[in-house]
């Protein structure tokens, strides 16, 4: 949570009282995100990482494909000169994130990979920086160093455990590079269409 406080929208670090049910969102975001790498782990010992994938993957398009009916039936439409982008950010997420994120829960403790997945907001923003330039203030650059030396801290001892798996670890960290990859494309997608959608 400390990662993400650094990039969130000002307007949302800034919030007034009456908008407790953004903290509540906050909260249950970092809950169901958090809960998500135990239910997995736990999935597997039923599944093969690619059956739990196409499972979760098929429950949710068909409960967004409802959700995007009901309610965002005028949204629906994509302009041809946009779909290739739309192709290449989801070919990096959902597809190659959740497939190497899989299978790092598969090989590795939960608790190290979803550590090594929060490194993601870090990367984005070295991705930020030095391709799209956007300027970060010093307090930023302080969180991303301390938050680093946080998930260095964490996953040290895990290092000399028996259970340490090296391809587990790999995989954890091709999901970032994933993660990454969509944020480079996702940010060439014209923000005009709802993100409801997008998902």
């Known amino acids: 949570m400390l990662i993400l406080s650094f990039f969130l929208p000002q307007n949302i670090l800034i919030m007034k009282q009456k908008d407790w049910y953004y903290y509540l969102l906050m909260v249950c975001t970092t809950l169901l995100w958090g809960s998500s790498f135990v239910l997995t782990k736990q999935l597997l010992n039923y599944f093969s990482p690619i059956s739990l994938i196409y499972l979760r993957v098929v429950i949710a398009s068909l409960l967004f494909s409802i959700i995007c009916l009901i309610f965002f039936r005028n949204d629906l439409k994509i302009k041809q000169k946009d779909i290739k982008t739309l192709l290449a950010f989801s070919c990096f997420e959902p597809f190659l994130y959740f497939i190497l994120e899989t299978y790092g829960l598969k090989h590795s403790d939960p608790s190290v990979v979803s550590i090594i997945i929060a490194t993601i907001p870090m990367f984005v923003a070295f991705l930020s920086i030095y391709y799209f330039k956007e300027n970060f203030t010093k307090i930023n650059l302080l969180g991303v160093f301390i938050s680093f030396i946080g998930i260095l801290v964490m996953l040290l001892p895990s290092i000399h455990d028996e259970a340490f798996s090296s391809l587990g670890i790999a995989c954890a960290f091709g999901a970032v590079l994933s993660a990454v990859g969509y944020s480079f494309f996702i940010r060439k ?10 998902i």
């Open 189 to 198: 997608f014209p923000s005009n269409y709802n993100p409801v959608v997008v």
